[in-house]
């Protein structure tokens, strides 16, 4: 059974008075311990999609079936407790949070909700989730703005790892990190993926990356599926007019590679 | 601590500092100075200031301690007005916080009682209330929020409008976390720094309007307060001016510290805000 199945999906906006589609009749599937790559240039729809996936906003028609439940169908106090099997990872990790907060008041927060540990357990909780994900247990206590944006980003992992999902959306998760940095978030996601058995929907515009982490891509055009894969295909050989054009937009660095 | 600098380096910052020090010393020494009733009679009639040692500031018409009464009513207009604005930002902040963040029809119903509040005179609101009620000084702090919250209100509407779309917002859903702790704990503490610069502006209002409230007897007639005493002092203003001219200086000057010391604090957080 598949952790997330979207099938039909649809949001329309209006633009200048105009209706246009921001996602037209999407429809794919993750697996448990699964990364799909959703690809494609600025507008395709990319974001919105992790929107509706996350119901930060409701989709005009289709179906999102999460863990095997209609995700849509839910609402309140049910939805929010659901919340916890579903994850995200925003770009700009200083915008991803309360500019006010500290590391330990970030990650205590889904504990606290989620009940998943009493008052008195959750220090020790935060400095194991911490060290998870390769930070020092002391940076608790730092505030958010102060630590550096690679810190961060695994902040923001171990925020979303704390109440153990089954799929993560990481939203163009690494875009705005300097490449050693990148690396080494890239590391940990995979190494988080293959002990804790999550999927990710790893959305981002760069094929390089798509490459190294997802296991299957789609790719997307004004709103639609212009093709879907297995990744290393897909990017290899891509079929797509669009596809084509993302993959001769990529450095050629990455294409040479064997 | 840098602000504090900054908010020193400015001479009406100091100024302002210099006279609510000043006024707070008053209001806090005011029983012990002045122990006992500030309203029994302390001497002959009309005695005009500096010229009998125990009364400094001489008597009233009834023969009260001209002295003793402005300590006494430092005590009044300060507490009225901090409560009275402490009030109307928590009014102001809640609802303001409330329409921005549910929008929809909430925001609609919501805005337009603050357009119902904001189109009545905030004086005349004050004056119908207390009259209705009664004087005390709980009445007449309820009184004076009920014309003032309403400009916190529409900022932290606004500010909270532009917050609630930026990314930790979506997080802090993300993880499941209630709509009323986001609205009330994530997004209502950064929308406050715009809303408290509006503080200053509306202690010296309350302070003003309890002073014209006792001035046509509304206030709370137990209390000692200034306005009450310029009233006092009205029927005897020809031949005993400084009866009015005492309480009213004590005004302005009240008023004004509050605004300058308001100002210097808006000054050195603006320039913080807009270098980080």
Known sequence: MSVLAVSNLAKRYRRGGEPFAAVDDVSFEIEQAETLALAGPSGSGKSTIARLVLRLIGPDAGRIDFEGHDFLALSGAALRARRARLQMVFQDPLAAFNPRATVARVLDDPLRMHNIASRTERPRHIAALLQRVGLDAGLAARAIHEISGGQRQRVAIA???????SLIVLDEAVSALDVSVRGQILELLLDLQRQERIAYLFISHDLGVIRAIAHRVVILDAGRVAESGDARTVIANPQSAIGKALVAATPRLIRNRP | MNRLRR?????EAIAGALILALLMMMALAAPLLFPGDPQAIAGPALLPPFQDWPL???????????LAELFHGARTSLAVGLAAAAAAL??????????????????EVLMRITDAFQTVPSFLLALAFVSIVGPSLGV???????????????VARAEVLSIRERDYVAGARVIGMHPLEIAFREVLPNALPPVLALSSVIVAAAILTEAALSFLGLGDPNRVTWGGMIAEGRTVLRTAPFLS???????????LGVYLAGEGVVESTAVRRSLS
């Open chain 2, 90 to 107: 928590l009014i102001g902040a809640v609802v303001g916080t409330s329409a921005g963040f549910a929008g929809g029809l909430v925001d």
């Open chain 2, 56 to 66: 400094p500031l001489g008597t009233d018409r009834l023969g009260r301690d001209v």
């Open chain 2, 140 to 154: 007449v702090v309820a009184a004076i929020a009920l014309g003032a919250w309403t400009g916190p209100a529409r």
């Open chain 2, 7 to 11: 908010f020193f380096r400015s001479p």
């Open chain 1, 159 to 165: 925020r979303a790892i704390a109440t153990r999902p």
């Open chain 2, 245 to 255: 001219i005492v309480p009213g200086v004590a005004l302005v000057l009240t008023v």
